[in-house]
């Protein structure tokens, strides 16, 4: 949908920052997409090629829609990596060819601004996004968690996103689930959660099967074992493949025991999950509940939702736009 603005129409812009895509969007309050724009050549980009892209692509839909900056309640970036919320700061991100070590991008876009902008990390405006407009909507206590190349979370307790001392909050991925692991994290540490479940560690899962006399039906061996991606995994699961049932069955176990940590910690209304290997199909996502409920049996007294996400593939973006509603 384009078109021009309304009379006295406030708008939200938001700004999704990832590996593989760099998108803008212009939302209206209740989380309607008026217009976006995508790039991927961002990938290759230094910091100060990036920051500039973002303050271009913004300033391409104003125009486009013929906004001023005080049509806009403000600029919401999400950023998969760690972030200093406070200090508007990206403390590292493993995700792009810039470093983005201790990188003031919050400061540096808003200096071609008159209007707030916020950045924060890609899982918890994703949880914002949740909260206002999608799964998360009737729950006050609710965690989000996203499982794709990565696995990140977002935790809503009161209606409020909890960000810790820093803004680093909700790291799920880097939590330690099997200590004696012999696959190691992006992180440096043995045996965390996202790398015995997510899309990025498939390849260490299948070479770690073959190694150990599984067989599979996939044309890959220990040496193109790095082509395997959730595409791949779907194809070998319909197809009866050993080992890409196995790292489903996996993969599940240990994000329904990673949820139910969380349970045991936070103990909230929901999970909403959401993130690109759900396209696995119901069987993943039930799965993971099968393992949570086996974990918890008697020691879960009110019932805890399992929802996916409602939000389509926009809900990086409009989760970016959340977070200027989401400011305070």
């Given amino acids: 949908m384009k078109g021009k603005k309304e009379v006295m129409a406030k708008y939200l812009c938001g700004v999704d920052l990832g590996g593989t895509k760099l998108s803008t969007g212009i939302f209206l309050p209740d ?67 810039a470093s983005f070590t201790n990188y003031p991008l919050r400061d540096l876009v808003a200096k071609s601004f008159n209007i707030p ?5 890609d899982a918890n405006a994703q949880a914002l996004g949740e ?46 689930i099997d200590p004696h692991s012999g ?23 299948y070479k770690k099967y073959i190694n150990e006399g599984m067989k599979s039906s996939l044309n890959l061996d220990i040496n193109t074992a790095n082509k395997l991606d959730g595409i791949l995994l ?48 119901d069987i993943y996502m039930d799965l993971i509940e099968k393992k949570f409920l086996s974990l918890v049996k008697n020691m879960m007294y009110d019932k805890v939702e399992f929802k996916t996400s409602t939000l389509d593939n926009n809900a990086g973006l409009l989760g970016a736009a959340a977070l200027i509603l989401g400011k305070t």
């Avoid at 499982?147 to 009161?158: A, E, F, L």
């Avoid at 890409?244 to 994000?255: N, T, W």
């Fill in 31 to 97: 989380g309607t997409l008026i217009e976006k724009k995508v790039i991927h050549e961002h990938r290759t980009m230094d910091e100060e090629g990036i920051k500039d892209s973002i303050i271009r692509l913004i300033k391409e839909l104003m125009i486009s829609l013929g906004l001023k900056d005080e049509d806009l309640f403000g600029i919401g970036i999400g950023v998969t990596g760690h972030i200093n919320f406070k200090k508007g700061v990206i403390i590292t991100s493993s995700n792009f060819s």
């Fill in 117 to 121: 902008v916020i950045i924060d990390n």
């Fill in 131 to 176: 909260l206002y407009f999608g799964a998360g909507c009737d729950y006050s206590d609710m965690v989000f968690i996203t499982v794709s190349t990565g696995i990140g979370s977002g935790i809503i307790i009161d209606k409020k996103l909890i960000r810790g001392i820093t803004g680093t909050a909700g790291e799920i991925g880097h939590t330690i």
């Fill in 183 to 205: 696959i190691q994290c992006t992180c440096g540490n043995y045996g965390c959660l996202m790398s015995l479940s997510c899309g990025l560690f498939f390849p260490d899962l």
């Fill in 234 to 281: 779907k194809e070998g699961i319909i197809k009866g493949d050993e080992i890409c049932q196995k790292i489903l069955q996996d993969s599940a176990d240990i994000i329904g025991t990673g949820l139910y940590n969380l349970f045991q910690i936070l103990n909230p209304e929901a999970f909403i999950i959401g993130g690109g290997l759900l396209n696995i199909g």
